[in-house]
């Protein structure tokens, strides 16, 4: 017998036809996505959610710290620290409580990559600055030269004010505080010791603030077989947990498959687990599962208006809103408790 932590149901798993049986899961999470939306806090942290995030007790779900179950709904407006100014991110943020999302992925670092998506959509360059021209180090002036050594305060005062924000409507950042798709000549550049103290930084900078997740990566193609990149993504995370053993942290690593948990040497300080996949993500999902009793989520999957192995979809059809339905299923299905979504058509210029 297993208890539904929503609701208190009880769920037999003997003596029930697989049609039955798969019925009433159905329902449950029809069930579970309805309360999910109604019961979200309308004012941030002094609401009904209490921050930060962690793990349940039996390690495969996420609660507040009052161990009331949360189930993860995601966007990925991923530049929006560096391209949206107050009032823009404050729209954006009624909005997405609105529709009942309750977790952003936004990086810290608006790097050249991040415009990459086949719109023409400028977004982020290399200079990293925000739309105001407030670059985030002192020392450099591109993402091949800066000092992570040197922080400019007013970078990342803004990105606190923007953090503070999203807090008073309900919503946790992931906060992904090094793009492994743009910015592995940096950390080259930066070595072990300054990555390690840049965590640091992050780590102190950050770990009173209730309403973050740390993440590490994206599009980490080279874990496997670059060992110098991979030790240096671990010495940011140390850095962080040295300082900061209240928040979760994942990674996200290579696509089209892949799981957190699979980089040993980042295992150590990854509390969460992301899938990555561009096929059908049940099978990540339940692998992701059943490899380690931390909880999973959804990474990044299909784009919604993707239409090649370059938007989300490595089958390289096109993304229909069927595929992305489907998508979400197969991952909560499987074991994912939430998922991040993702927009082709999402960007701020």
């Known amino acids: 017998m297993e208890r539904n932590p929503l609701f208190g149901r009880v769920l037999s798993r003997a003596g029930l036809p697989l049609l039955a049986a798969v019925l009433i899961i159905v329902e449950l999470l029809s069930a579970m996505a309805q309360t999910t939306r109604r019961s979200m806090p309308l004012t941030g942290p002094a609401g009904p959610m209490k921050y930060p995030l962690k793990a349940s007790d039996n390690g495969r779900y996420l609660v507040d710290q009052s161990n009331t179950p949360v189930f993860l709904v995601g966007d990925a407006p991923q530049d929006a620290f560096a391209l949206l100014d107050k009032t823009q991110w404050i729209t954006y943020l009624a909005d997405r409580q609105s529709r ?7 990086s810290a670092l608006c790097d ?15 200079s990293m600055q925000t739309y105001d021209g407030i670059a985030p180090f002192k020392s450099g002036n591109s993402q091949t030269t800066y000092d992570i050594s040197t922080p400019n305060s007013a970078y990342w005062s803004r990105v606190d004010s923007y953090i503070n924000l999203a807090g008073s409507y309900g919503i ?6 090094w793009d492994t798709a743009g910015l592995r000549p940096l950390m080259e550049a930066s ?20 309403n973050i997740i740390w993440m590490s990566g994206n599009d980490f193609q080279n874990w496997k077989t670059n060992s110098t990149d991979n030790t240096l993504i671990e010495k940011l995370m140390a850095g ?5 053993k209240n928040h979760l942290q994942t990674t996200e690593l290579d696509f089209n498959r892949s799981k957190s948990l699979d980089d040993s040497l980042l295992a150590p300080y ?16 339940y692998s992701a599962y059943n490899a380690a009793t931390v909880p999973v989520f959804v990474e990044e999957g299909y784009y919604e208006g993707g239409t090649s192995a370059n938007q989300g979809n490595a089958m390289g059809n096109t993304v229909t809103a069927e595929m992305l339905r489907r998508q979400e299923w197969w991952a909560v299905l499987a074991g994912a408790w939430g998922h991040i979504w993702e927009c082709e058509h999402l960007g701020f210029s």
């Not at 946790?172 to 505080?177: A, G, K, R, S, W």
């Not at 962080?240 to 900061?244: F, M, T």
């Open 191 to 210: 070595g072990n010791a300054k990555m390690y103290k840049f965590g640091v930084f992050l780590g102190n900078r950050y770990k009173t603030f209730p």
């Open 270 to 285: 990854t509390t969460l687990n992301g899938v990555y996949d561009y096929y059908c993500d049940y099978g990540e999902v």
């Open 100 to 106: 009942g999302v309750n977790i952003v992925w936004v």
């Open 240 to 244: 962080i947990a040295s300082v900061d």
């Open 112 to 126: 050249q990559a991040l415009s990459i998506n086949g719109t023409g959509r400028v977004g982020c360059n290399s």
């Open 172 to 177: 946790t950042i992931l906060f992904n505080v």
